[in-house]
Nanobody, 121 residues
Framework: QMQLVESGGGLVQPGGSLRLSCEGS????????MGWFRQVPGRERQFVAT????????YYRDSLKGRFTISRDNARNTVYLQMNNLKPEDTARYYC??????????????WGQGTQVTVSS
């Protein structure tokens, strides 16, 4: 079974950057597309980015305007989310997930515990 552990969250000022990491367990990490989602209290979990099994392609939530970049290193069983020019509205708990190459929550089978990102001055 896939287990996912996120790290790299924290408090950052507006305009700053963070890189989140998500490390998967097991020997089948490269069998899954990976996604990043985020959630704030009282709102639905929101799609951020997804990347194919090989890392050959990816896509993002339109409103991110290219500020976020998803990447993966299958040799390290790790997917990353580089977040630049962070805004207060990016504040959320960020989750990684393993499943299909999709923007839909239900297409992902495994989820990490999340890591908190707070953007505030």
């Amino acid at each position: 079974q896939m287990q996912l552990v996120e790290s790299g969250g924290g408090l950052v000022q507006p305009g700053g950057s963070l890189r989140l990491s998500c490390e998967g367990s097991g020997r089948t990490f490269d069998s899954y597309a990976m996604g990043w989602f985020r959630q704030v209290p009282g709102r639905e979990r929101q799609f951020v980015a997804t990347i194919r099994r090989s890392g050959s392609d990816s896509y993002y939530r339109d409103s991110l305007k290219g500020r976020f970049t998803i990447s993966r290193d299958n040799a390290r069983n790790t997917v990353y989310l580089q977040m630049n020019n962070l805004k207060p509205e990016d504040t959320a708990r960020y989750y990684c997930a393993a499943g299909r190459y999709s923007d839909a929550r239900n297409d992902y089978d495994y989820w990490g515990q999340g890591t908190q990102v707070t953007v505030s001055s």
